[in-house]
């Protein structure tokens, strides 16, 4: 479960919600478990998913689907988000959400990038 929810050298695990496609949520498993008993994580519905304020999560949209690699998606948000932990991600993109597309159009695809690119923002 830890390769496929997690995110290396991070304390952020995914949530891909059903009704949101090309988005996930990334939360720490101290932050899921208020929610995780209204329903389990695996089967998070809109309605419990949508009331998790983004204080308490970060969202990525537009995440790039391959219809011929169905880890696609998730091989690249692990990539842009390892090593990040919670405490840093706000700050490293910006607030409490962040759409993939802007990000691969200014050629950041991984964590090293989107630091860099963090940081040229603030200097």
Same mark, same amino acid.
Do not use: C
């Given at each position: @479960?830890?390769?496929?929810?997690?995110? #290396? &050298?991070?304390?952020? /695990? @995914?949530?891909?919600?059903?009704?949101? #496609?090309?988005?996930?949520?990334?939360?720490? /498993?101290?932050?899921? %478990?208020?929610?995780? %008993?209204?329903?389990?994580?695996?089967?998070?519905?809109?309605?419990?998913?949508?009331?998790? #304020?983004?204080?308490?999560?970060?969202?990525?949209?537009?995440? #790039? *689907? +391959?219809? &011929? +690699?169905?880890?696609?998606?998730?091989?690249?948000?692990?990539?842009? @988000?390892? =090593?990040? %932990? *919670?405490?840093?991600? /706000?700050?490293?993109? $910006? $607030?409490?959400?962040? +759409?993939?597309?802007?990000?691969?159009? *200014?050629?950041?695809?991984?964590?090293?990038?989107? /630091? =860099?690119?963090?940081?040229?923002?603030?200097?």
């Amino acid at each position: @479960m830890d390769d496929i929810f997690g995110i #290396p &050298n991070s304390d952020l /695990r @995914m949530i891909w919600p059903k009704h949101l #496609p090309n988005t996930v949520f990334l939360m720490t /498993r101290s932050q899921m %478990k208020p929610y995780e %008993k209204k329903a389990p994580l695996l089967s998070f519905d809109s309605e419990v998913l949508d009331s998790i #304020p983004g204080s308490e999560r970060i969202m990525i949209s537009g995440i #790039p *689907e +391959d219809p &011929n +690699d169905t880890d696609a998606a998730r091989t690249a948000v692990q990539a842009l @988000m390892s =090593g990040i %932990k *919670e405490s840093e991600a /706000r700050n490293v993109i $910006g $607030g409490d959400r962040v +759409d993939m597309r802007v990000l691969r159009n *200014e050629g950041i695809t991984t964590s090293a990038q989107l /630091r =860099g690119w963090n940081a040229a923002k603030h200097s």
